[in-house]
């Protein structure tokens, strides 16, 4: 950029040039932009503190020949334009930008909302994945429940079946076992149950055939009771599945089940 600063009188004639280096010096340079002249006020002040009284009216005076500045610029170079990043609706200057805004919120209230529920229906297929993930095996939850046809079973006989993995003891008692079981004084037992509690029909006793001390198998019909017996640590239980001796502290479990005729659904 080269620049040029002049003032001249009939006197005192003065003149100052600078020059500034750019990056391309050979291109063309034409004028762009001429200071407008510049005046200047003068008044006359007094110079003491003292007081005073003032007998003169201010005066002003101009400089004819002020400084004149001429700067000459470039014209190869181009501001950068945005036009192709802004929205059509904005590029109206004319146009007011009222509904632009209220339409750029709609967007960002339908966007959070749509990635709002997104994210929850995500999160919430994530969890039942995992939940799942820990449910029993399809296997398994066939068993869950069982029908048993309590026509094959005689009577004074017991019968095993497999429910949820475990035996189960079907009994089907004869008069005389009920009758001995009924008399039994519960006062005197480990795990105070009378035989009607354990039952729903008196001759049908349904029993988990887990042992209650260490989780063995007993054997059905043995025992000193007539009942079953667990031959790994010797408990005796009775025909109503109720600890008589040995070290098991509880009676046999008894499972959820219900009767339909001669059928009875467990589970």
């Not at 919430?124 to 066939?142: H, I």
């Not at 094959?152 to 009758?179: C, Q, S």
């Amino acid at each position: 950029m080269l620049s040029f600063v002049g003032r001249g009188g009939a006197l005192v004639p003065f003149f100052t040039a600078s020059t500034h280096l750019l990056s391309s010096p050979t291109k063309a340079i034409v004028a762009g932009v001429v200071d407008k002249p510049k005046s200047t006020i003068k008044m006359d002040l007094p110079t003491s503190k003292a007081p005073h009284l003032a007998t003169r009216a201010p005066t002003a005076s101009t400089v004819l020949l002020p400084y004149v500045q001429v700067r000459f610029a470039h014209t190869d170079i181009q501001m950068p334009d945005f036009s192709a990043y802004r929205r059509d609706c904005v590029s109206d200057p004319n146009k007011s930008s009222k509904s632009t805004e209220a339409n750029r919120k709609m967007f960002t209230y339908m966007f959070t909302l749509g990635a709002g529920i997104t994210a929850a229906y995500s999160g919430k297929t994530l969890a039942t994945t995992f939940v799942m993930s820990l449910a029993a095996s399809a296997d398994v939850l066939a068993l869950a429940k069982i029908e048993i046809d309590l026509s094959d079973i005689p009577e004074g006989k017991n019968m095993t079946y497999k429910w949820r993995g475990k035996p189960l003891f079907v009994r089907h008692r004869t008069p005389t076992e009920i009758a001995e079981e009924r008399a039994v004084d519960v006062g005197r037992l480990r795990d105070q149950e009378t035989d009607a509690m354990r039952t729903v029909q008196p001759e049908w006793l349904i029993v988990l055939g887990i042992c209650t001390h260490l989780g063995c198998v007993p054997i059905a019909n043995a025992g000193n009771f007539g009942g079953y017996y667990c031959p790994c640590h010797g408990s005796h239980y009775d025909s109503a599945g109720r600890i008589r001796q040995g070290p098991a502290p509880l009676n046999l479990e008894v499972p959820p089940y219900e009767f339909n005729g001669m059928l009875v659904t467990v589970g």
